[in-house]
């Protein structure tokens, strides 16, 4: 097979007007179909079973003809869009893009509108800068290749790695999109199939090979002779927990989830997202082609303005006046996962109507009000999840000044490897 263009994106597309004539070019590479020996028929005095089942060769054709199907419908979607990338950085701007991703997935981080697999996206000011680095990056394929976006739980980076994403398929540029790293320790091959699928299915011949594929090997085999942008989410997922400076069996998987993705960062350009550490950023052999882009806090001044003119119900305890903003700003840090808990209270959280505070009673309503909003916020799975996240954080800083916690007597703890010193051994 001829070597594709050294920069991403630059093959041209095949047409997609028609997702009968793909479908059939990617089935026409399939084995031909084996015949049936009739020493192996089934008797006929033996009962016919209520139900027809598939052969394993027809089961097979049938979902890889189902992901090609999907692949086609999302890529179409997504072709769809025509947004100008300005767009995605205006707080003004409240859109719904398709999700890119094929196969089932479901994942709270995302707020989907229908079936159709859209999620609502606000215009994010950061997203320009993480656009400018990446584009420059594949402009400059022997200058740093790894973009590292981190920050704060819950300021919406996977949000941002989705919208780069759409913009990046609608560059005609391939795209290898993880949206959650979880998801590659049960079950690499399957993940790694679908994301190379969605990025290649205007290619019908590369389509078809990755459809052929078996093994998660045949892949990495196939990546080797193509140029794309791999995109990660959640890669802290594949932070290892040594107890008792020893790995279980999750810890093995995503050590070689860590070496098959370090072997696809080598040639290509590596975008990824985590909350605090991770294996990738703590890589002595990444960090020299690293360039790091920091989501901390929550939303700016002027994002916090459209939010609040664009998403709060105020008429269920009355309008807010900008001491009250203040407050619930001061509450949830202007960080987005709050502040869509906010909202979700607003329906479920019994309270009392206070239109204003002009009189006695509905002064104390009101106090009461802020006061069930605070309390049940702070009982939310989202608050404990981040409070949980700094405790790991300042854990790990604390096991990071004492050498990593080798001198430490506690038995169990966060720590982080290179997958060289597991597999030689070297957990002391």
């Known amino acids: 097979m001829d ?79 025509t947004e100008h990338p300005a767009v995605y950085s205006d707080p003004k701007s409240k859109l719904s893009i398709p999700f890119p991703c094929i196969g089932a997935y479901s994942d709270d981080r995302f707020t989907y509108n229908g079936v159709t697999s859209n999620f609502s996206f606000y215009g994010r000011q950061l997203f320009a800068d993480l656009l400018r680095t990446v584009e420059g990056s594949i402009k400059h394929p022997y200058g740093r290749k790894i973009t590292f976006l981190h920050g704060t739980k819950g300021y919406g980076k996977s949000y941002l790695l989705a919208i780069l994403v759409v913009y990046l398929i609608r560059k005609e540029r391939p795209v290898v999109y993880i949206p959650d790293c979880r998801d590659l320790v049960g079950d690499f091959f399957g993940c790694f199939q679908k994301a190379m699928l969605l990025a290649f299915i205007t290619i019908p011949v590369i389509a078809s090979e990755i459809l052929r594929a078996t093994t998660t090997e045949d892949l990495l085999q196939l990546s080797k002779r193509l140029r794309m942008i791999v995109v990660a989410d959640q890669t802290e997922a594949l932070n290892m927990k040594i107890v008792n400076n020893q790995l279980d069996q999750e810890g093995f998987m995503k050590t070689e989830a860590i070496k098959h993705l370090n072997m696809l960062a080598v040639n290509n350009h590596f975008v990824f997202a985590s909350t605090g550490r991770c294996w990738m950023s703590e890589d002595a052999r990444i960090k020299d082609k690293m360039q790091q882009i920091c989501a901390h806090g929550g939303l700016t001044t002027t994002e916090m303005a459209f939010w609040w003119k664009n998403q709060f119900v105020h008429e269920l305890i009355g309008p807010f006046k900008a001491q009250e903003r203040n407050t619930l700003e001061y509450y949830t840090g202007c960080i987005p996962a709050l502040l869509r808990r906010i909202l979700q209270m607003m329906g479920s959280v019994k309270l009392e109507y206070a239109v204003h505070a002009a009189t006695e009673h509905s002064t104390a309503a009101y106090h009461r009000n802020v006061s069930t909003i605070y309390n049940t916020l702070c009982e939310s799975i989202e608050v404990q999840a981040i409070v949980q996240d700094i405790g790991l954080l300042c854990m790990d800083k604390v096991y990071e000044l004492r050498d990593l916690g080798r001198q430490s007597k506690c038995k169990e703890y966060i720590i982080l490897y290179r997958p060289s010193e597991l597999t030689k051994g070297k957990i002391s």
């Open 3 to 81: 070597r594709p263009s050294e920069t991403p994106g630059l093959i041209p597309p095949a047409n997609l007007a028609s997702k009968t004539t793909l479908v059939s070019q990617l089935q026409g590479h399939a084995a031909p179909k084996r015949s049936v020996d009739i020493a192996f028929c089934r008797p006929a005095t033996l009962p016919t079973p209520p139900t027809k089942h598939l052969k394993t060769k027809d089961l097979t054709e049938h979902y890889h003809s189902d992901l090609t199907g999907n692949a086609i419908k999302v890529h179409t979607a997504i072709l769809a869009t």
